[in-house]
């Protein structure tokens, strides 16, 4: 059934039925047995996969922000994103810790071309030390720039350089593989050389 969505139309909506905007194609509201509306946007990607993209509960989000939403949603689907596939890889995507292990296994594979051994075992070191406690339970696709010099300014002065220069060669290792777009490095300031510290 098409119809505008509005505040009348929820509260007639009968159990197990859903009502599609007339307004905003693939816009939609569901009423399961109970009470319980939930807004969603129906969608096909560029590749013509089919999405359901929950946008919240009534009356959470009222009919006209639900709208909205679906509209900005829309939109990106026209310039060719897919917002319920970026939420599910937010959600589900890769660790910081699970991109290191990765990483390690292409070193320690020789597939990672210019690696002497004492390089490899010193990187190691750092990742398991440093890089993986620390933030080792960050999603790579949402860990920001803030984060990483937070955590940068957690090294000593000694070991914070090479720390984080190995931390950036480890997210351009991601962006090759298309576990995410850019590196979350770029644009941190280094801190100056020190004294070589044990690290």
């Not at 807004?39 to 709208?67: C, E, N």
């Not at 596939?85 to 990765?102: F, K, S």
Request: aromatic content about 6%; overall charge positive; glycine content about 6%.
């Amino acid at each position: 059934m098409r119809t505008k969505i509005g505040a009348r139309a929820i509260e007639a909506m009968h159990p197990n039925s859903i009502l599609w905007d007339e307004e905003v194609r693939g816009f939609n509201a569901r009423r399961q047995f109970s009470n319980v509306v939930t807004y969603s946007v129906f969608y096909r990607t560029m590749d013509g996969r089919q999405r359901w993209h929950k946008l919240g509960r009534h009356p959470i989000l009222t009919p006209s922000i639900a709208r909205k939403e679906a509209i900005r949603i829309l939109r990106d689907v026209v310039l060719g994103k897919d917002p319920s596939g970026e939420r599910d890889e937010i959600r589900h995507g890769r660790t910081v810790a699970q991109l290191c292990e990765l990483y390690q296994a292409h070193m320690q594979s020789g597939k990672l071309n210019g690696k002497k051994d004492l390089t490899i075992k010193t990187d190691v070191s750092r990742i398991k030390k440093h890089i993986i406690p620390q933030i080792g339970n960050y999603k790579v696709a949402t860990i920001t720039s803030d984060q990483l010099e937070h955590f940068m300014n957690n090294q000593t002065l000694g070991s914070a350089k090479r720390i984080i220069s190995l931390t950036q060669t480890i997210f351009s290792f991601a962006v090759k593989r298309k576990l995410r777009s850019d590196t979350p490095v770029s644009g941190i300031e280094k801190p100056a050389d020190a004294k070589r510290t044990h690290d």
